[in-house]
């Protein structure tokens, strides 16, 4: 049982909690205006130590353990420093720096002291929109960190490094990014995020003493949530213009266009169960929901040709018809083309019974952005590729057959194999994570073909 004082302090949680609540029929907006937002209540952040606490949600564990253990397991929990391969995506926004001291002379990036948020938000835009919430010392401060944790893994300063990626781990998409800070978009309409309220699906007592009342989201169960962050296509509003992911894009453009009636978070959050551990290419579930995949190995022998092989020409041998049927069943392509070098590789072979090879194709599925938007240079960083070379990446909702007629002048014995692979970072190193999607393999005794 409660004790009274307990009950009180429940009541006044619920009396509070109702101020913030749109009354029946209330037609009320979701945000207010922009003075009651989480940054201007608390100020803009000065360091990144500061940024951390501006959005920090470890107090949504208290009340939420298991949907906060699935987003620790989500790429959202890591968007900065990674976990996998920690420091990969600090080294990508270094590279960036890299590239202004020598390709943008108008910006003046001579050195760390010169660096601003503007020059950030390309990659921070998504991997830490909060980062538009500090002054530019944070940024300074980050590339800093970025280059003392590079140095270190150099020189092989462990301890060094370690420090760094526990400091900067403190930095991801956090449980307010989405459910406060990003769940109003149409500010103008809909008002601003209010600093004392989590966005949801439904009207609501919170009874946390920081946030004590749930309000609905415009956006909380449209496809717009995510699209925020992956990609409608080129930001041609910006002094530089940016381009990386174009899923968003693609489902209004092309998934929509041809009929298709889910949403992102019905793929990626409810139909495998995931929930907050929103996951895409690494998760086997998600993999095998993408893509249907089918293989028909199909011998042929011609009309009056012997059955063995070596008594005639290639021209006279049994042939193979191979062919390999997908469909992409995602709202948005595969690859979308982030990062930039993804791709999926189809490879087929056949080989004698003695493992020797007797023929291999392989070809490649990705979006080739242009860079800058001129000529036929590929772009990369998200600051270059703002126009597009060719997209033969597997688009939404369409049937592609890939046919094979392979000549087999070679022992009876033969095996045939098919795998598709997915590259996150377009090559096949361990290091870089590639992952088999689909693997088949037959085996077959062209002698005994009637």
């Known amino acids: 049982m409660f004790s009274t004082r307990s ?15 749109p009354s029946p029929g209330d037609a009320q907006p979701a945000g207010i205006g922009w003075d009651n937002t989480i940054v201007a209540r608390r100020g803009k952040a000065k360091t990144v130590t500061e940024l951390s606490a501006l959005y920090d949600s470890t107090h949504c564990r208290d009340c939420h353990p ?13 968007s900065i420093m990674g976990k996998r391969r920690p420091g990969r995506k600090a080294l990508a926004w270094l590279t960036i720096f890299d590239v202004a001291k020598e390709e943008w002379p108008f910006t003046k990036l001579g050195s760390v002291a010169d660096v601003k948020i503007e020059h950030l938000m390309g990659c921070a835009r ?5 980062l538009a919430d500090a002054e530019d010392s944070v940024a300074r401060e980050l590339i800093g960190d970025f280059i003392t944790w590079r140095d270190a893994k150099k020189n092989k300063d462990f301890e060094t490094a370690q420090v760094v990626e526990e400091k900067l781990s403190e930095l991801s998409v956090t449980c307010l990014i989405c459910h406060n800070r990003n769940a109003v978009v149409h500010k103008w309409t809909d008002g601003f995020p209010s600093w004392r309220v989590v966005y949801g699906s439904a009207n609501k007592p919170h009874p946390v003493g920081k946030f004590p009342a749930v309000i609905m989201s415009p956006i909380q169960d449209e496809a717009l949530a995510c699209g925020q962050c992956h990609g409608a296509g080129p930001l041609l509003d910006r002094e530089s213009p940016t381009q990386c992911a174009t899923g968003y894009g693609f489902y209004l453009f092309d998934y929509k266009a041809r009929g298709g009636d889910e949403i992102c978070q019905d793929c990626h959050m409810r139909k495998e169960n995931l929930g907050h551990n929103i996951q895409s290419y690494r998760d086997p579930s998600m993999i095998k ?17 012997p059955l063995n092989p070596s008594e005639a020409g290639v021209k006279d041998a049994p042939r193979l018809r191979v062919d390999v049927k997908m469909m992409n069943r995602a709202g948005h392509p595969i690859p979308d083309g982030c990062p930039t070098g993804t791709k999926l590789i189809l490879d087929v072979t ?22 800058y938007a001129r000529g036929d240079k590929m772009g990369r960083g998200p600051f270059e590729k703002t126009g597009l070379i060719i997209n033969t990446a597997l688009l939404p909702l369409r049937k592609v057959t890939e046919r094979y007629d392979i000549p087999i002048a070679a022992p009876d014995e033969i095996e045939v194999s098919v795998k598709l692979t997915y590259l996150p970072y377009g090559s096949t190193k361990e290091v870089d994570d590639p992952i088999v999607w689909r693997e088949f393999v037959k085996k077959l005794k062209l002698g005994e073909i009637d």
């Open 7 to 21: 009950v009180r302090a429940i009541a006044i949680v619920f009396a509070l909690a109702l101020q913030f609540l």
């Open 66 to 78: 298991k949907v906060y253990r699935a987003w620790e397991l989500s790429a959202h929990s890591e």
């Open 126 to 130: 998504c991997h830490l929109p909060q």
């Open 350 to 371: 056949v080989k004698s019974a003695d493992g020797s090879e007797l023929f291999f194709d392989e070809k490649s599925y990705m979006p080739i952005p242009q860079d």
């Open 289 to 305: 929901a993408a893509l249907d995949f089918s293989v028909e190995v199909t011998p042929i022998l011609l009309h009056g040709g």
